[in-house]
Structures are given as C-alpha cells and as structure tokens.
C-alpha cells in the first residue's frame, strides 16, 4: 500500500526555521517526481516545491523561494522542505505529495491534479 507520512511541524515563531520530512512506503520513491503544498483556512491548496525523479532539479514558487529548499534522499526513501525565514503567513497544514513525471517540472508543481499519492499532513503555525 502507498503511504507517505509527514512529520516536523509545530509552533515557530517568525524568522524561525523547520524542517519536514515525507517519508514514503509501498513504493520507490526513485522513480517519481516529490511535491509539497499547502493549505490555510479557507484558501486553495497551493504548490510550493518540487523535486524531480531524475536530475534532482528543483522548482519553488515566488512565495517560497530564496526562503525554503527541497531535497530528497532515495535512499532513506525521504523528501526534506526546509523553512526559513518563516513568517505568519507560512501558516497552513503542509502535503507532500508524489507523482508519475509526465510534463515539466513546473506544470506538475502548480496543479495537483498531477500527484495520485498524498500524506496525511502536517501542521506549521508561524506566530509570536
């Protein structure tokens, strides 16, 4: 059974840095392309990063960018969002997601639709 499981959220205070892992089961993850978004309250399910199954080529989107890194280790079966900088509006439960490369980068990373697999979620709450 495919399963990808987040962990690494909680309370930050502004400026302040987490790091979330995604670790998956059931499926290699060498083979599929990692995602992370977001969600706050009331507001739509956002892309924030994504690493590719291949070269290991990134894509952020301007709210994130300079500020957060994505990474994975194959080996551990893991993905990695590290946060800096983190600000009130950081706030929403966070997704890692996986998914079949089958167009670019940056399309799959803007729209869900392209990601089959979800975790659970994780909670960060950036507040002073």
């Known amino acids: 059974q495919v399963q990808l499981v987040e962990s690494g959220g909680g309370l930050v205070q502004p400026g302040g840095s987490l790091t979330l892992s995604c670790v998956r089961s059931?499926?290699?993850?060498?083979?599929?392309?990692i995602g992370w978004f977001r969600q706050a309250p009331g507001k739509e399910r956002e892309g924030l990063s994504c690493i590719s199954a291949s070269d290991g080529s990134t894509y952020y989107s301007d709210s994130v960018k300079g500020r957060f890194a994505i990474t994975r280790d194959n080996v551990k079966a893991t993905a990695y969002l590290q946060m800096n900088d983190l600000k009130p509006e950081d706030t929403a439960t966070y997704y890692c997601?996986?998914?079949?490369?089958?167009?670019?980068?940056?399309?799959?990373?803007?729209?869900?639709?392209?990601?089959?697999?979800w975790g659970q979620g994780t909670q960060v709450t950036v507040s002073s």
């Open positions: 997601a996986a998914g079949t490369p089958v167009t670019t980068l940056d399309t799959m990373c803007t729209n869900r639709a392209y990601f089959g697999s």
């Open positions: 059931g499926f290699t993850l060498d083979y599929v392309v």
